[in-house]
């Protein structure tokens, strides 16, 4: 049926998320959801929600989610942008932003749905090689260039970049837009919107997906200068006026509130990190650092993909990419202390 | 901050929906909304959704709801597609579908989102004249064009084609994907959906803000071939792997399975649509056949922009549009019978 197809379609190779298996009883390791639910806040404003005014149409500009994200991170609403989940948020992204006569500049080793954008929306890029320890290196991105992109920390490695070293690349950069991806900021790691005020070409990505443990109902937002968001808002309003409807506004606005929650869940995940690295170590498994809520690790007598397909079979679900420079490694989230032990004990028969 | 801004938004228009107002009290017959509430069942169904399971993400294929609609037109899973609103189909299928060497037709007067989908992806369009009595003649349809676009009924006039007026458009452009957005084909008209087996070209498109009285849950989906279901899955596929969130999939399974709610509630609004037109034709409306939960009137002795602002001081919202050909009109949506007689009442008023 292909002649129906737009060129576009014929030349899309679409990202592939983490499978979503069906199965129970699986330990679920695979997607960087969050082990603990969402704050019983959020799951309590969701049900005032959930009644016959779903018959109206939610707010097209979501001016109590804005006004919730900017009180939480200390800006205006007009620096905020939301969308249905931050790939969504990414998309509008890369449509408005980031299609310049210069190629986009991203790491090689990166969240993979950025080439796949690109292929969307014809726009030209340059896969900037990690160092040999999988670092990004800011001094790469010294080069010209119609846009910056990366996660902090970056997935899948974990690694990071330290907010003076993000300063850096934005003063190098004063005519691109860089955009930093912050959807695993929460689990230790320092984010970039307290430079919003100074760096009109810095935009912020965040998500309820994984800090918030809210991927099922699907919300992500972008933080900076009003010029690019109105940018998003024009596209966006071009595209789909009403992405976000009106129990997601309702949940995403009392998580933002239920600061213990979040801080409580995620102090419980980096803690749990910590000693998943420790007994990885043990097992002979390099780990690279990592401030996500994943971690990425190879065993240097084993491949990746045997050591996936071992964990299959046990249930447990892990992820492997099978490209260059990556396959030995497997992509861990962290999962509750008791789903690390099984993922720990079952490796170690494995290496047994 | 235009600098940092992609060209093409430079180029945008958005589309500007109906007035949310925030102000209670109102008698608000302004963007379509059905007056009466969503099934008990969806409800139940999101109240059984709204859980820790929310840290999870969402089914990204959404078979469960493609097996659900698919029941319900007896049509194959593998012919439905699913989004985040219709809007966002239509936009996905804009892309991936309409957009070829030889420009896309849709009416003159028709949904205001289609030439902004055009600007947004670049495609090439012309616009078909209405006849004089707003009609959409299928005859001028026979013309060399890339695709085809039509609301059944029409928006905002709320005429329609039959379905042997759609087939032989069909027939008329085999090589063509030709789109019939049914947004309002739940009040009395025919889908064309039962011509999928039959037409590889067609694509159906639907909605749960009306008929379902879903618009604050954002649930669209397209029905048609599975090549051209292919095609809108790839460009989702590129663009945001999971649009369509757990509470949103939970309540419209339920929605679409409680026929009775629908029946119910669509034919109380049918009902009231005929009420409303005899009295608006005593008040000297000249009121166009409507198959949609609005309709579109205009009297001869006031303009539309007059009235639609008398209605507005008297807390009632319809829709006035400010353009050529339509300015005389208001579009009207069908409210319960207590909305539709303030609404009368006021209009009496106003023209005494």
Known sequence: MSRFWSDVVHTLTPYVPGEQPKLDNLVKLNTNENPYGPSPKALEAIAGANQDTLRLYPDPNAEALRAAIALAYGIEPRQVFVGNGSDEVLALVFQALLKHGRPLLFPDITYSFYPVYCALFGIDYQAVPLDPAFRIRPEDYRRPNGGIIFPNPNAPTGRWLTLAEIQGLLEANPDSPVVV??????????????????????????????????????????????????????????????????????????????????????????????????????????????????????????????????????????????????????????????????????LKEMLA
Chains 1, 2 share one sequence.
């Open 181 to 346: 991806d912050e959807a695993y900021v929460d689990f230790g790691c320092e984010s970039a919107c307290g430079l919003i005020r100074r760096f009109p070409n810095l935009l912020v990505v965040h998500t309820l997906s994984k800090g918030r443990s809210l991927a099922g109902l699907r919300l992500g937002y972008a933080m900076g200068d009003a010029g690019l968001i109105e940018a998003l808002d024009r596209v966006k309003n071009s595209f789909n006026s009403y992405p976000v409807d009106r129990l997601a506004m309702a949940g995403a606005i009392a998580a933002l509130e239920d600061r213990d929650h979040f801080d409580r869940t995620r102090r419980a995940v980096m803690a749990s990190r910590g000693r998943l690295v420790a007994e990885l170590k043990e097992l002979g498994f390099e780990v690279l650092p990592s401030m996500a809520n994943f971690i990425f690790a190879r065993h240097p007598a084993r491949g990746g993909a045997e050591l996936a397909a071992g964990l299959r079979r046990r249930s447990i679900i892990v992820r492997h990419f099978p490209h260059p420079r990556i396959e030995a490694f497997l992509r861990i989230t962290i999962g509750t202390d008791a789903q690390c032990r099984v993922l720990v004990d079952a």
